[in-house]
């Protein structure tokens, strides 16, 4: 133990060693607050903590997984596996299967995603007659949301004047119904969404103290990382946990809050030592992430926020590359650039895929990064699209599971009942929905005593109701006596779904299949990995609550080497040796939807900051002219951001804004790819960065779209065209993006040919002659 303690500053192994008592890390990135939180439960169970009384809250399933393996790698793996590690809502999802009986829930309740939730709101939105078009039933999700995370019932909402007031001046006077008749609907289900499983724990140690002070006996050390993204549900939890034994210790970074537009509070951090008594408060200063220059380039954005703690941070590591800033002319064309740079780097300093993360504000950004990484061959993985438990096929399997576990489940019923077709049609469905609404109860039972009830239906339609009520019965059986392999695998075909995917050729339909496959085996590997945690068989319901709350980071096994493509939201937590953040634009990043005040805008500088912060040794920066946004190809402004970092930390690849800011656009690559010898670059002159001029430049009204593409000069004198080039030592040559440079020196031969260069801007560089653009001049 007292090696892994060395291992970490002074600063660090103060808060480690401090066993007892609330405390509070505040620091910034990667000063080490993730890796104080893994040692600090090592060194509590080195003293004899129990590991059963050690709860630790993290961003992801991911996170708490490679933090119980380093704990693992310290005591010993049969200790570590008891440790209750996780996010919020798998722990406390745990928690309330045990407790569900309380709240009048099904142990076996289902977990409704976002996906569920939205079908459930659009069908109750289309059952009120209300016009969808207003009531949005992504919105209405969202305001529902908002009031579950604050901890706003039906009943607080019904008592509040001025929501509904709010409610009613955005036109939607009856979302109080909605929301209510939401409720309902899930507790008929045995269903709770994501926002209930911390709701309803809430609820539970609320309403009953003897749970309250079994939970808070268990949970005698609570941690919890990123803390400053805890909404006011995850906050009142841990506080209702914590307070027998006040031994909690918390680590965040305010200028990492990034989640205020889903109900996280700022003030959770700022308030902890009003929460509790004699809080002993840490700071981390040395980052050992990041180069000096990201390090000191983020210092300087996050200082641009009015609202923050101060905080120092600095780090004793090298200098490292400037930050590259690169312009493009479209989003295809920003796409070619990183993909081309990620190759270049690869070959030259001989790095895997997995080195490098493009990090982007929206999901819809990756489309053009992918299709560039594709043309180059690059293997890449998106996190957090649509996952792969969200696919139509993988939910329809998994609808049938749902059923067989919780057979009131209606959005699994509803998914699965017609499909594959049994001629059981919407107007049968809205009968059964309206009964079910009307005796208080669900579907599936109303279903099973349909005999009893008058719905006017034909004995055909009755017959096919009682045939699936059967079926999802002889499903259970199975499910008491063999595994969820099995049953999975029996479901599939007989349910006759994977008949009806196979009738579909096209490589869709073959995808598709082999998803249901893959499910398969993930089931299967389940099933493998309980048996050695627990000696027991798998149980399909804790498989179900698994794919619930994945979030895609979590399935990321590490095994396959692969560039990564996420949101910044999900990049949290994560370091990556190269990091692209692509769409440094206005009104992209930041938001155009976060412009209105100084607090969203601060929010997505934070934002920012995270983003930059994620890189070890290289950032870029990049930002397209003009990009394909909403099907229209719109003009855009390099981000403000940018500007915000200090010139010392930057290196212009392309021209500076003041170029061309406010230049009619040109060039646009509408019709196929840009002739990048439009540009060439002036002569650069010592200590300043080179200048780029357009053949524009000199005719700025000559702003005509191009109708036709251009074409392309014959190449000059270009070493990398000719496979041995006369190129030699003395030479002074051009690069496409270093500029004017002498050769060195020369080594290699053929296709590892490579030459040493000193440009006049950058200094001495080794490229491979095979991939680097040289002019000889
Ligand atoms: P973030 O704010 O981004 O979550 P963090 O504060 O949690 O960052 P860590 O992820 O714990 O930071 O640490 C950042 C990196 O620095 C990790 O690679 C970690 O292993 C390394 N590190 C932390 N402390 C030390 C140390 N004392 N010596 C060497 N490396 C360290
Ligand atoms: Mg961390």
Not at 346 to 371: C, H, P, V
Not at 612 to 641: C, I, M, N
Not at 710 to 725: H, Y
Request: proline residues 4%; contains cysteine; aromatic residues 10%.
């Amino acid at each position: 133990m007292q090696n892994y303690i060395s291992q970490l500053n002074e600063a660090q192994q103060a808060p480690t060693l401090q066993k007892d008592g609330p405390m509070i890390i505040i620091a910034g990135a990667g000063s080490g607050k993730t890796r104080v939180l893994t040692i600090r439960i090592a060194y509590l169970m080195s003293l004899g903590v129990d590991s059963f009384n050690i709860l630790a809250l993290t961003f992801t399933n991911k996170a708490a997984k490679e933090m119980k393996k380093r704990i693992a790698d310290i005591v010993g793996s049969s200790e570590a596996k008891n440790l209750w590690m996780g996010t919020f809502h798998s722990i406390f999802a745990k928690i309330l299967r045990f407790e569900a009986d309380k709240l009048g829930f099904p142990s076996n309740f289902s977990i409704y995603d976002s996906q569920d939730s939205v079908r459930l709101i659009s069908s109750i939105i289309k059952e009120m007659q209300l016009d969808k078009d207003v009531y949005k039933p992504k919105q209405v999700l969202s305001r529902i949301s908002s009031f579950k995370n604050s901890l706003i019932t039906v009943k607080a909402y019904f008592n509040n004047p001025e929501l509904q007031e709010a409610d009613a001046m955005s036109k939607k006077p009856r979302l109080g119904e909605i929301y209510q008749q939401y409720v309902d609907r899930c507790f008929k289900a045995g269903a709770m969404d994501f926002d209930d499983l911390l709701l309803r724990t809430n609820e539970l140690l609320n309403r009953f103290p003897d749970v309250l002070a079994k939970y808070q006996d268990r949970f005698r050390y609570i941690m919890v990382d990123e803390y400053q993204d805890t909404n006011h549900s995850q906050y009142l939890i841990v506080r209702a946990l914590s307070d027998r034994f006040q031994n909690i210790c918390v680590v965040g970074d305010d200028a990492q809050s990034i989640y205020a537009f889903r109900g996280a509070n700022i003030n959770n951090i700022l308030n902890f030592q009003k929460d509790y008594e004699g809080v002993q408060m840490y700071r981390l200063e040395q980052n050992y992430r990041s180069t000096k220059n990201i390090v000191e380039a983020a210092n300087a954005i996050i200082d641009k926020n009015k609202v923050k703690l101060d905080k120092v941070v600095w780090t004793a590591n090298d200098d490292g590359p400037p930050i590259r800033v690169h312009r493009s002319l479209t989003d295809g064309e920003e796409g070619r650039f990183v993909a081309s740079t990620i190759f270049e780097q690869k070959m030259q300093q001989q790095l895997k895929n997995g080195s490098f993360a493009i990090l982007y504000r929206t999901n819809a950004q990756s489309r053009a990064m992918e299709d560039a990484l594709r043309k180059r061959d690059i293997p890449y993985r998106i996190y957090g699209g649509l996952s792969f438990y969200q696919r139509k096929e993988i939910k329809d399997v998994l609808g049938y599971l749902r059923l067989v576990i919780n057979p009131k489940d209606e959005e699994a019923l509803m998914r699965v009942i017609n499909y594959p077709a049994r001629g059981i049609g919407n107007s049968t469905l809205e009968k059964l929905t309206v009964a079910a609404n009307h005796y208080g109860r669900s579907v599936f039972e109303v279903m099973e005593a349909i005999e009893r009830i008058d719905l006017k239906l034909t004995s055909g339609t009755k017959n096919k109701l009682l045939d699936f009520v059967t079926m999802i019965k002889s499903f259970q059986v199975i499910n008491e006596t063999q595994d969820a392999f099995f049953l999975a695998d029996h479901i599939a075909k007989k349910t006759g779904l994977i008949q009806e995917l196979k009738k579909d050729a096209t490589p869709e339909g073959v995808a598709r299949v082999e998803n249901i496959e893959e499910l398969l085996n993930g089931i299967r590997d389940f099933i493998e990995g309980q048996i050695e945690v627990d000696g027991a068989r798998g149980a399909l319901s804790e498989f179900l609550e698994d794919v619930a709350l994945a979030s895609d980071l979590d399935k990321d096994t590490g095994d396959d080497d692969r560039v990564a493509l996420m949101t910044i939201h999900l990049a949290k937590g994560l370091e990556f040796p190269y990091v692209f953040i692509v769409g440094m634009e206005e009104d992209l990043f930041p938001s155009a939807m976060s412009l209105n005040t100084r607090s969203e805008l601060e929010e997505e500088r934070r934002l920012f900051y995270v983003a930059l912060t994620r890189a070890e040794h290289q950032a870029y920066l990049t930002y397209a002219q003009s990009r394909y946004r909403w099907g229209k190809l719109v003009d855009s402004e390099p981000s403000r951001f940018i500007e915000e970092i200090t010139d010392k930390f930057l290196d212009y690849l392309t021209p500076t804004e003041t170029n061309y800011k406010y230049k009619p656009m040109i060039n646009a690559d509408i019709f196929g790819d840009v002739d990048k010898s439009k540009f060439r670059q002036q002569k650069p002159t010592n200590g300043t960065p080179p200048k780029w001029i357009t053949d524009n430049d000199p005719k700025p009204d000559s702003g005509i779209r191009r109708l036709k593409p251009m074409s392309r000069p014959a190449p000059q004198d270009s070493a990398a065209a000719m496979p041995d080039s006369k190129l030699a030592p003395g030479n002074v040559v051009m690069h496409e993006r270093f500029g004017r440079g002498q050769v060195v020196n020369l080594e290699g031969v053929g296709a590892d040919k490579k030459a040493e260069i000193n440009f006049e801007v950058g200094g001495l560089k080794k490229l491979l002659l095979r991939f680097a653009k040289l002019d000889v001049i």
